[in-house]
Nanobody, 129 residues
């Protein structure tokens, strides 16, 4: 049974940084889509970043391009989201998610992370002025 555990959220001021981590257990495929999505109160889920394992194409939502970086440490089965220059509008519950490349992507391109079948519990990110 695949398990994802997200951590690293917190309360910061605008302009500061946070790094989210997500450990993934018992999910081993040659092609895996993995990523992060977020949900703010009263808003729909929003894909933040996604990547295909093995150095495949990476996707970022326009709202985070240039500020957020998704990366993975295969040795530790961990996915990261480095968030720099945080803005108040980044405040949300953040989730990591994974799926096989077959179910989580189309034509070798990963779908936004909120489309994946397996997801973590949320980790809250709050950015204040």
């Amino acid at each position: 049974q695949v398990q994802l555990v997200a951590s690293g959220g917190g309360s910061v001021q605008a302009g500061e940084s946070l790094r989210l981590s997500c450990t993934v257990s018992d999910y081993h495929y040659s092609s895996v889509c993995m990523g992060w999505f977020r949900q703010a109160p009263g808003k729909e889920r929003e894909g933040v970043a996604a990547t295909l394992s093995g150095g495949g194409r990476t996707y970022y939502d326009d709202s985070v391009k240039g500020r957020f970086t998704i990366s993975q440490d295969n040795a530790k089965d961990t996915l990261y989201l480095q968030m720099n220059s945080l803005k108040i509008e980044d405040t949300a519950m953040y989730y990591c998610a994974v799926d096989s490349g077959y179910y989580g992507g189309v034509g070798g391109v990963c779908l936004p992370a909120q489309e994946y079948r397996y997801r973590s519990q949320g980790t809250q990110v709050t950015v204040s002025s």
